[in-house]
């Protein structure tokens, strides 16, 4: 069972590294689902606003091979299904700013992944989380993929594929996911069962896998709280009660920490339309991106923006700002002096730029002092996606693969999200 998604996940990821040039402005939202050709109807944003399901991307480049969430989808020990998943405790009907969505959802409901502590209190009990596993054995990486070399690594994919799928086969010794404490690298030697310390990394491969998702913790920031996300895991069932397991259920608002931004955040219209984070378009999502540093001195104006003479081509683009010298993300306090896009930057990025993915390093890629109207510039089109909250620390700048993944939570105008960088 493991090994065809392995290698299903290797393929779909070395297909998006081969094919970085694809996102033409209409491609992130053609006909609805069902409909799909390869020559997508052109048709124009604002008169047709059916959202696109797919499961398929790029003539069947991409494969999305996780399940939808929706209240009807078959949920662990729930007979009448997963339920109503989503709420709004927040809505601009009653006077606030946007809707914010909570989730609240058993872990292991739809597609998902176990953690070593879901069934040895051992384990459990000494943190080996999900927050552990090793991005390693969920990304096959491939160190060869030059930009200029494309063409010639097609061949050599295959080689490695083929090469990989062999050992592969051999590969999966149980202390690969849990080498030792944090510090130290890949590649040693470890004798699992005597050290129970859980390694968390963020660099992997001697810096060719960046993570750049911050972890959820209750310290974890979310706009409009001083408190954080605070207990966002409850154990429904536990084996100190007499469950055969222990089973968490995950309460979050969708905006907290490292997430996307869909168009129906900002947009009544494109809320009540369906335009959720599950019709993001994953080749947006997941391609070459350029790191940048912009000046520490200013909120992102069009003068910053003209300043940092993006070349024409590049879309997708990570902002790092003074908000990562000053470490917000590790604040719990939502602070309101965070840099972001004021209008003016917004715009011009749409208009003299091809960049359709916009990462920031704060919960918002609209300074505070513009939080509607740069959102509104950015989701308008429905064509650029938003991606804040991201861990940019460390990370020399510079052209890297980035791979983000939102989860797929129907109706929801927002999602935590797992992006990697690869170099
Ligand atoms: C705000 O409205 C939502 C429905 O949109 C409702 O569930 C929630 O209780 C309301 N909150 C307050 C504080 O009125
Ligand atoms: C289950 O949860 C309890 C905390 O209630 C913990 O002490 C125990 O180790 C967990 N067991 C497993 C198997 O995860
Ligand atoms: C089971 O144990 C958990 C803590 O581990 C507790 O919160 C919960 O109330 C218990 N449930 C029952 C039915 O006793
Ligand atoms: C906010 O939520 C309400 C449902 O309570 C919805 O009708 C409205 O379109 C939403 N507005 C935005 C901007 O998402
Ligand atoms: C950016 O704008 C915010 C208000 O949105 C302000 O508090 C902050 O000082 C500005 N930052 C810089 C570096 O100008
Ligand atoms: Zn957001
Ligand atoms: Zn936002």
């Not at 996940?9 to 402005?25: D, E, G, K, M, Y």
């Not at 730029?353 to 990462?359: A, E, M, P, S």
């Not at 089109?381 to 797929?408: F, M, N, Q, W």
Request: with cysteine; aromatic share 8%; proline share 6%.
């Amino acid at each position: 069972m493991k090994i065809p998604v392995f290698l299903l996940l290797l393929i779909t990821l070395s297909q998006v590294t081969l094919n970085p040039i694809v996102s033409v402005a209409d491609s992130a939202y053609p006909s609805p689902y069902g409909i799909e050709t390869t020559t997508s109807c052109q048709s124009t944003a604002s008169d047709d606003l059916i959202p696109v399901r797919r499961e398929v991307y790029g003539n069947g480049r991409i494969f999305d091979i996780t399940h939808r969430l929706t209240p009807d989808m078959p949920s662990w020990d729930l007979e009448d299904g997963l339920g109503q998943f989503l709420w709004l405790p927040k809505s601009m009907k009653n006077g606030s700013l946007a809707n914010n969505s909570e989730m609240k959802l058993p872990t292991h409901t739809g597609t998902h992944i176990d953690a070593p502590g879901h069934v040895y209190d051992h384990y459990f009990d000494a943190g080996f989380d999900v927050d552990t596993l090793d991005l390693e054995v969920l990304n096959e990486f491939m160190p060869f993929l030059e930009s200029k070399m494309r063409v010639v690594c097609k061949l050599l994919v295959l080689t490695e594929l083929l090469f990989v799928s062999t050992i592969s086969l051999a590969f999966s010794s149980p202390n690969d996911a849990y080498p030792t404490g944090y510090g130290d690298e890949p590649g040693a030697c470890v004798g699992a069962s005597d050290d129970l310390r859980p390694l968390r990394r963020e660099v992997y491969e001697d810096g060719q896998i960046f993570d750049i998702t911050h972890q959820f913790n209750p310290n974890t920031p979310i706009g409009d709280s001083d408190e954080g996300i605070g207990q966002f895991l409850t154990l429904l069932s536990s084996m100190k009660n007499g469950s055969d397991y222990n089973f968490s259920e995950l309460r979050l608002g969708v905006h907290a920490g490292t997430h996307v931004d869909a168009p129906g955040h900002m947009y009544e219209e494109y809320y009540d339309a369906g335009f959720d984070v599950d019709s993001l378009d994953l080749r947006v999502l997941n391609g070459p991106a350029l790191l940048v540093d912009v000046p520490r001195d200013n909120n992102l104006t069009a003068d910053v923006m003209q300043s940092l003479h993006i070349p024409k081509g590049v879309k997708r683009v990570l902002f790092r700002t003074l908000n990562t010298d000053r470490r917000l993300m590790w604040k719990k306090a939502f602070d309101t002096s965070y840099v972001g896009f004021m209008k003016d930057g917004a715009q011009w990025l749409v208009d003299n730029t091809d960049i359709k993915l916009v990462g920031i390093d704060y919960l918002s890629v609209a300074a505070f002092d513009d939080l509607l109207p740069a959102h509104h510039v950015f989701l308008k089109s429905r064509e650029i996606i938003l991606v804040e909250g991201l861990k940019l620390d460390d990370i020399e700048a510079g052209l890297y693969t980035v791979h983000c993944l939102p989860l797929r939570l129907l109706g929801a105008e927002g999602s935590p999200i797992r992006c990697i960088l690869i170099k």
